[in-house]
Structures are given as C-alpha cells and as structure tokens.
Nanobody
C-alpha cells in the first residue's frame, strides 16, 4: 500500500507562487507516474499536471501551461509541483496521485488527501 502526503498548500495573493510537494511512503512509487488534479467548489475534479516515472515526460493542462511546472526525485519518492502566476480561478483542493501516466483520474490507483489552495484577489 502507498500513502501520499501533500504539503505546500495555503493562502496566496493573486500573482504569487506556491511550492508544493507530494511524498510517498509505504512502497516506492519510482515506477509510477505522478499526477495532480484539483477540484473547485461545485466543479468536477480536473487534471492539471502529470510526470512519468523517468521524469522525461510531462503534461500540462491548457489552464496551467506556462504557469505550473513539475519535477520529481525518485530517490526521495517525492514529486514537486510549482505553481506560479496564480489567480483566483486556481482556488481549489489540490490532489496528487500515483499510478499510470494519463489525464484521467481512473489511471491513478493511489491518492493523497488533498490540500487547499486559496488565491485572493
């Protein structure tokens, strides 16, 4: 079993940045892709970023392309999403997940509990 622990959420002003992490424990996720999703109030969970296990493949949703970046350190079993130029529309609960590289939530077997990110105008 894999447990994912997220950190780095919080409150930030529009235009600001957040540096987040997603650490896995219980079993290595070195061979798994790591994906990030978010869910705003009243909306469905949506994909925004993924990185494959070799860290040579990344994918960004159009809504975050050019503003969010992603990296991972398999030795630490941790992924590092960086969020820049944040705006109030980025306010949501953010989830990391480990599984098969893809855009659909069903591709990911393990999920973190989610962290709140709030962007004030």
């Amino acid at each position: 079993q894999v447990q994912l622990v997220e950190s780095g959420g919080g409150l930030v002003q529009a235009g600001g940045s957040l540096r987040r992490s997603c650490a896995a424990s219980g079993r290595t996720v070195g061979s798994s892709a790591i994906g990030w999703f978010r869910q705003a109030p009243g909306k469905e969970r949506e994909f925004h970023t993924a990185i494959n296990w070799r860290a040579d493949g990344t994918y960004y949703a159009d809504s975050v392309k050019g503003r969010f970046t992603i990296s991972r350190d398999n030795a630490q079993n941790t992924g590092f999403p960086q969020m820049h130029s944040l705006n109030p529309e980025d306010t949501a609960v953010y989830y990391c997940a480990a599984g098969t590289y893809g855009l659909d939530p069903s591709a990911y077997k393990y999920w973190g509990p989610g962290t709140q990110v709030t962007v004030s105008s």
